[in-house]
């Protein structure tokens, strides 16, 4: 079983539309869950940062993490057509030693049309 | 804002030929990371640094692979003798003590020709 799952889309929403985009995992001891945009050849750029279970809002963006079912959701209200890039899930567990190494998912490719 | 800086951008080289890639990251950030990107694919992790030294390093990270942190500042990947399937884009990444987010830079596309 792959560590990280992610359905790779591509998925394509009205702008305005609420977008939702999921990761599923494997391995429970993953503890800290985060979530980057990456644009076309270019870096992930990080949006989202979550620790352990629960929701956690920024601006129309909301991460929710579900420990009990692995599985974890980014919900876009009010899409924009500059929201259109890659969205990676990515996560590490809580260890004593200094590696912090993320596991990934695959990215799902989101086009919000205007 | 900081933001982590990689050069070059684009690197081309013939299979065989050693590379070293670039990093300039957050100025004070302690934890340090290669990751790399082949076309199509999941991200992968290369190599963890803290403190001087490798923390962890994946299996991709063989031989022929190695990391420096010269002057306090920079922060390189050698890669000795480049082969076809290391083409691929390479990330690296800078993140502080006792904090997990990590800081991507730009990222440097790496061709084998």
Redesign the interface.
């Known amino acids: 079983q792959k560590e990280v799952e992610q359905d790779p889309g591509p998925l394509s929403v009205p702008e305005g539309a609420i977008v939702s985009l999921n990761c599923t995992y494997s391995n429970s001891a993953f503890q800290y869950f985060m979530w980057y945009r990456q644009y076309s050849r270019k870096g992930p750029e990080l949006l989202m940062y979550t620790y352990s279970s629960g929701n956690k809002e920024d601006g129309r963006f909301t991460a929710q993490v579900d420990k009990s079912s692995k599985y974890i959701s980014l919900f876009i209200r009010d899409s924009q057509p500059s929201d259109s890039a890659t969205y990676l899930c990515a996560m590490t567990t809580l260890n004593a030693g200094n590696n912090r190494k993320l596991i990934w998912g695959l990215g799902t490719s989101l086009a919000v049309n205007p | 804002e900081p933001e ?1 800086t ?1 050069t070059p951008s684009h690197q081309v080289t013939q299979m065989g030929q050693e590379v070293i890639l670039r990093c300039v990251p957050i100025s004070n950030h302690l ?1 340090f ?1 290669w ?1 790399r990107q082949i076309l199509g ?5 290369l190599v ?1 640094f ?2 001087n030294e490798i ?2 390093k ?1 299996e991709i990270f063989d031989d022929q692979f190695s990391v420096e942190r010269p002057d306090g500042s920079n922060f390189t990947l050698k890669i000795r003798s480049t082969k076809l399937e290391d083409s691929a ?1 390479y ?1 690296c990444a800078s ?1 502080r003590a006792s904090y ?8 440097t ?1 790496l061709t084998v020709l």
Do not use: I, L, T
Not at chain 2, 41 to 45: R, W
Not at chain 2, 100 to 107: D, I, K, R, S, W
């Open positions: 982590v990689q934890y990371y990751y694919q999941k991200v992968e992790f963890s803290y403190n923390s962890e994946s884009m990330f993140g997990n987010e990590q800081f991507f830079g730009p990222g596309r």
